[in-house]
């Protein structure tokens, strides 16, 4: 069974729940660099961009791997699939900072419908 014959379009993402939910949050692209000398990395913040996103905060969820427990995340994001954001961006709301851990596009039977995104809280420094 199809998407098109459930009757479930992009658009139905676009207009519910993404405009309905959605807020602004302030995207801060990083850009990833390795030393040649000590194979460190380090990164460099670029110009902040507004974009909205629907996210979801939650209490520290931990999951069980062979190594022990293992974080999953302080919250989740979905942006339009379209949005540019990558691995150790940050994310700002109005009052807090996230990293942007993991990203995932969804796309059931071929079509992009968004991308959902891991992030964890940055402490307070």
């Known amino acids: 069974m199809t998407l098109a014959n459930l ?3 992009k658009a139905d993402f676009e207009n519910f729940p993404f405009e309905d939910l959605a807020r602004e949050l302030t995207w801060t692209p990083r850009t990833k660099t390795i030393s040649n000398i000590t194979g460190s990395p380090s990164y460099k913040e670029n110009a902040e961009v507004k974009i909205y996103g629907i ?8 999951d069980w791997a062979k190594e ?4 999953q995340g302080n919250a989740f ?3 339009k699939e379209d949005t540019d954001i990558r691995k150790d961006d940050f994310i700002k709301t109005d009052d807090e900072i996230y990293r942007v851990e993991e990203v995932l596009l969804r796309e059931p039977q071929g079509i992009r419908f968004f991308k959902s995104c891991v992030l964890f809280k940055i402490d307070d420094q």
């Open 77 to 79: 994001l979905q942006v």
């Open 55 to 62: 996210l979801t905060k939650r209490s520290m969820n931990y």
């Open 68 to 71: 022990g427990f293992v974080e």
């Open 7 to 9: 009757g479930i379009s």
